[in-house]
């Protein structure tokens, strides 16, 4: 068997040692006599699953005990709408900053709900950078500010959190969310789809500060009312069994490694080897601001796009799979989440020395 190296932005490489422990677990999970997804919901044995998955989020991200852990359904892009739906209220307003193409989704969808005002936007540069926030800009009156910290598409990142003061702060953590630590008190609400950091996709963790639950409007659809899952410890429906009990096993993983401050000095190092090698390359560049750049996405372009398409070609049959950047950007997109080992982005600089050279 050969694994590649795969730098695929989300699904994405899980842990090696948790899919082996799925692996063996999966005929016969713990003396139980079957496998995860053959399971009953409601059963105790599951029960303990998702209490477990839960327990150990809490303790990774330090999560205080006045905020409610969900495990939904409908990815980061349910939230979009989820979101507005639940915390606008009638005829109210929201601040959004936007950052890049999901940010403009949300912000797009949030309009459908209420006033929408982006505070600022880094369009105009085709999302390079994180503008700079101008707090006059900010609405006294939003119900919630919005941000996304990490820009998968375009590769940069918040450094550092508006204050938005009364105002909940609300951010889609899909791609850091256990990559580098946060201070869960900051936000009203936090949302990650699983996919990246955290599991398989289908289940999309909320985190959410419990006066913001219970605000939704009478004729919101049930399942779209934060207070019918939190009421029900995810339980309402059938949640996605399988993809929380693998989120449940890379916590675990996680906390074993040393916790989310030991991912994050992790993958400060990681994403510095390839940064380091790209500013000193005369042929690849990086095309983002160097105090805004992201360390889960990395983005970079060769000098033609004959030469990014025969690199990303030459690299996947080398067995660095997913290169490609995203179809709206183009280039080369290398995703480094905490499961990519260190030796993998190694080898992924190697290989580009000698490009570079043949080339
Ligand atoms: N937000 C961010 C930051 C993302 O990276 C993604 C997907 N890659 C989404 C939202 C959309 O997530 P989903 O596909 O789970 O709806």
């Known amino acids: 068997m050969k694994r590649v190296y795969n730098f695929s932005a989300g699904p994405c490489m899980l842990p090696q040692e948790v899919l082996e422990t799925a692996a063996s677990e999966m005929l016969d999970y713990k003396g139980s006599g079957q496998s995860v997804m053959e399971m009953s919901h409601r059963s105790k044995v599951y029960d303990g699953i998702i209490k477990n998955a839960e327990k150990t ?97 375009f590769g940069t990142r918040f450094t550092e959190l508006p204050e938005t003061g009364n105002v909940p702060l609300v ?20 949302y990650a789809g699983a996919q990246k950091n ?3 996709a289908g289940v999309t963790v909320v985190i959410i500060r419990e006066d913001l639950i219970g605000n939704a409007p009478a004729n919101t659809p049930i399942l779209l009312d934060y207070k019918t899952q939190a009421d029900q410890d995810s339980l309402y429906n059938t949640p996605t069994t399988y993809s929380i009990y693998m989120c449940g096993l890379v916590f675990e993983w ?43 996405n990395v983005t970079f372009v060769a000098s033609s796009e004959e030469l990014n398409e025969k690199f990303i ?47």
Do not use: C, W
Request: charged share 25%; net charge positive; aromatic share 10%.
């Open 313 to 359: 070609k030459e690299a996947a049959a080398a067995g660095f799979v997913n290169l490609k950047g995203h179809r709206s950007v183009g280039g080369m997109r290398a995703s480094i989440y905490n499961a990519m080992p260190r030796e993998g982005i190694e080898a992924l600089v190697k290989f580009m020395q000698e490009f570079e050279k043949v080339n």
């Open 57 to 153: 989020l809490r303790e990774i991200m330090e999560i205080p005990d006045n905020y409610k852990v969900l495990f939904l359904q409908g990815g980061a892009t349910m939230q979009f709408s989820q979101i507005p739906m639940n915390l606008m209220g009638e005829g109210g307003e929201a601040d959004y900053v936007v950052t890049g193409e999901f940010a403009k989704r949300a912000a797009k969808e949030g309009a459908k709900f209420g006033k929408i005002n982006v505070v600022a936007s880094s369009e105009d540069k085709t999302f390079s950078y994180i503008p700079e926030l101008d707090k006059s800009k900010f609405s006294k009156s939003a119900k919630y500010f919005h941000i996304t910290t990490n820009n998968t598409i």
């Open 171 to 190: 951010a889609d953590m899909s791609s850091d969310i256990l990559s580098r630590v946060y201070d869960v008190s900051k936000f009203g609400l936090i």
């Open 254 to 296: 996680v906390k074993k490694l040393g916790g989310v401050a030991e991912m994050q000095k992790r993958n400060d190092a990681k994403a510095k080897i390839l940064y380091d090698f790209l500013d000193k390359s005369k042929m690849f560049k990086n095309p983002v601001t160097p105090k805004d750049r992201s360390m889960m």
């Open 198 to 200: 955290m599991g398989p």
